[in-house]
């Protein structure tokens, strides 16, 4: 389990959430307990249970967290209405995504397991409630590149839902992939990348070796 936290004076709401985030960096996630995590953090488990009611909702509330995470990851590189000013930039900000996205899943295993399984089913249930805990996904920053691919003619025609569907599988199958070890290529992350980024501009019909 983490190494005993320090509890915040007055905010065990947050020193919750911090001791799960840590337990997932740990790799520890599957085997905390609220129980165990009101004994490391000094406090009686009846006060843990009035934060949180049972330990998929302190893991729904990390889950949140990793998806604001990856949000502003995207938007620190294709800022919402931001569009490429030149095609070199269209193509970078494409590299620069798939490499957000599965440095992301690299860096934060549990973390992002669980916002695409279970966990993440039961978070993106409740979040779909409000449009603002759902704005710029990976789907949205996705149809936002190939826009501008097209803007500035290098895609042969504007790509629909199904083509951004395809890009954001193959790069989620890529980051999927690349932690379990099932590539061969698994520790080499720059290539992981570069090649899943070429092979969804290639499947766009944007060839780069024709540009």
Same mark, same amino acid.
């Given at each position: 389990m983490p190494?005993?936290? #320090?509890?915040?004076?007055? /905010? &065990?709401h947050d020193a919750l959430i911090d001791y799960a985030l840590e337990a997932a960096r740990q790799g520890h996630i599957e085997v905390m307990s609220l129980r165990q995590a009101a004994r490391d953090l000094g406090?009686?488990?009846?006060?843990?249970?009035?934060?949180?009611?049972?330990?998929?909702?302190?893991l729904g509330a990390i889950v #949140?967290?990793?998806?604001? /995470? &990856?949000?502003?990851?995207?938007?620190?590189v294709r800022p919402?209405?931001?569009v490429a000013q030149t095609p070199q930039e269209a193509i970078d900000r494409c590299f620069a995504v798939t490499r957000a996205y599965i440095t992301f899943a690299h860096d934060n295993n549990a973390l992002w397991h669980m916002m695409f399984g279970r966990i993440g089913m039961i978070c993106r249930d409740e979040?779909?409630?409000?449009p603002e805990l759902t704005r710029y996904t990976l789907f949205?920053?996705?149809?936002?590149?190939?826009s501008d691919l097209y803007h500035h003619g290098l895609l042969p025609r504007r790509p629909d839902v199904a083509d951004i569907r395809y890009t954001w599988s193959a790069t989620h199958?890529?980051?999927?992939?690349a932690q379990s070890g099932a590539r061969m290529d698994h520790e080499r992350l720059d290539e992981v990348i570069y090649e899943t980024t070429q092979r969804n501009l290639r499947?766009?019909?944007?060839?780069?070796e024709q540009i």
């Amino acid at each position: 389990m983490p190494d005993k936290l #320090k509890l915040k004076r007055g /905010d &065990l709401h947050d020193a919750l959430i911090d001791y799960a985030l840590e337990a997932a960096r740990q790799g520890h996630i599957e085997v905390m307990s609220l129980r165990q995590a009101a004994r490391d953090l000094g406090v009686s488990s009846g006060a843990v249970y009035r934060h949180f009611a049972d330990k998929d909702t302190l893991l729904g509330a990390i889950v #949140k967290i990793g998806f604001f /995470d &990856l949000r502003d990851r995207f938007l620190a590189v294709r800022p919402e209405g931001a569009v490429a000013q030149t095609p070199q930039e269209a193509i970078d900000r494409c590299f620069a995504v798939t490499r957000a996205y599965i440095t992301f899943a690299h860096d934060n295993n549990a973390l992002w397991h669980m916002m695409f399984g279970r966990i993440g089913m039961i978070c993106r249930d409740e979040m779909m409630k409000d449009p603002e805990l759902t704005r710029y996904t990976l789907f949205d920053v996705g149809m936002a590149l190939c826009s501008d691919l097209y803007h500035h003619g290098l895609l042969p025609r504007r790509p629909d839902v199904a083509d951004i569907r395809y890009t954001w599988s193959a790069t989620h199958g890529a980051a999927d992939l690349a932690q379990s070890g099932a590539r061969m290529d698994h520790e080499r992350l720059d290539e992981v990348i570069y090649e899943t980024t070429q092979r969804n501009l290639r499947a766009l019909g944007l060839d780069l070796e024709q540009i």
